[in-house]
């Protein structure tokens, strides 16, 4: 099946505001032959995006997007055609899941003592059940009228140096390159361009991403300038790794992204789905 592709979108299995199934719709209406979903750390979106791919004849890459830290940076590793089933992928999601469950109850404690009573309860209704991201949080936090938009609430509470943030360590890279591997997946680094990390620190991140067997970069990513896809593009050629584009789309509320608009990954780069490693030829 041929693209366009768009390898990097989110549901209401992670911080995204679409069902599975409405963000295949969705994504096909959009004109996009071959999505991914790559949630945060889980995919228990998966089985219900498949079943609605399969019903409008778009294809559904089955994928995750892993929360790594490196360096004392936190680092998105996205795995593309992983195998749902694998029991070293779902224990390593399981153990980031419980992190996850750890830190918000940590960032609603915190924001209480900022004044904020009821985070904590408020993110969880709005996760209903699944997992909890910081989008929850920033939701309710706006819903309470604390802030006039999501975008506000990081700035003022969510990010480093403010009362809601709290530190952690996510997944080691290794292991996060691992599971993805062990799950029959590609690794990529997700919207590169996004990460405060100087140029060589980049650089040192990609050399060990490749050492480790990842093979990718997000070269077009919806949070891309064009500089950021001109600056990746070359990067993703002098190091010889393989390129990738996706939306990294939450939901049509969010009005900057949308499906369907992405720029062409630029010539010279070699697209994840032309190589003889992609999953689903
Ligand atoms: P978490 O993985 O729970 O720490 O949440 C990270 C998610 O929050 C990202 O995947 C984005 O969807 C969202 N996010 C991060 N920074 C911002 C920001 N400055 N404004 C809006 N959303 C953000
Ligand atoms: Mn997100
Ligand atoms: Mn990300
Ligand atoms: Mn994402």
């Known amino acids: 099946m041929n693209g366009p592709y768009d390898l990097h979108c989110h549901s209401i299995a992670s911080d995204g505001t679409l069902a599975p ?9 959009a004109g996009i032959g071959v999505l991914a979903l790559t949630d945060h750390d889980t995919t228990d979106g998966i089985a219900e995006a498949s079943a609605a791919a399969q019903a409008v004849g778009l294809l559904l890459v089955p994928g995750a997007e892993i929360s790594v830290t490196w360096q004392a940076q936190t680092v998105h590793i996205l795995g593309l055609g992983i195998d749902t089933g694998n029991a070293a992928l779902q224990d ?17 404690r915190r924001l209480a003592r900022a004044g904020i ?24 936090l706006v ?46 680094i997700a919207h590169p361009a996004r990460y405060p990390l100087t140029a060589s620190k980049l650089r040192r991140l990609i050399g060990e991403f490749r050492e480790l067997g990842g093979v990718g970069l997000e070269v077009v990513s919806g949070s891309h300038t064009r500089d950021n896809i001109d600056t990746m593009a070359a990067l ?34 070699t697209p994840v789905w032309q190589s003889e490693r992609w999953p689903l030829h």
């Open 92 to 108: 390593g999601l399981a153990g980031l899941r419980a992190f996850r469950d750890w830190r918000a109850e940590e960032i609603g």
């Open 143 to 188: 819903g309470q009228g604390h802030a006039a938009s999501v975008r506000e609430v990081f700035r003022r509470f969510l990010v480093c140096n403010k009362p809601g943030y709290v530190s952690g360590r996510w997944a080691e890279l290794e292991d996060a390159v691992g599971w993805i591997r062990a799950a029959g997946g590609l690794a990529v």
């Open 236 to 269: 993703c050629r002098n190091e010889r790794l393989l390129a990738s584009c996706g939306s990294d789309y939450h939901g049509p509320d969010n009005c900057w992204i949308r499906l369907g608009e992405l720029a062409a990954l630029p010539a010279g780069c």
């Open 117 to 140: 009573g009821g985070a904590w309860a408020g993110a969880r209704a709005l996760a209903q059940g699944r997992i909890v991201s910081r989008t929850h949080f920033a939701q309710y």
């Open 21 to 29: 199934a409405a963000l295949v719709r969705a994504a096909h209406e």
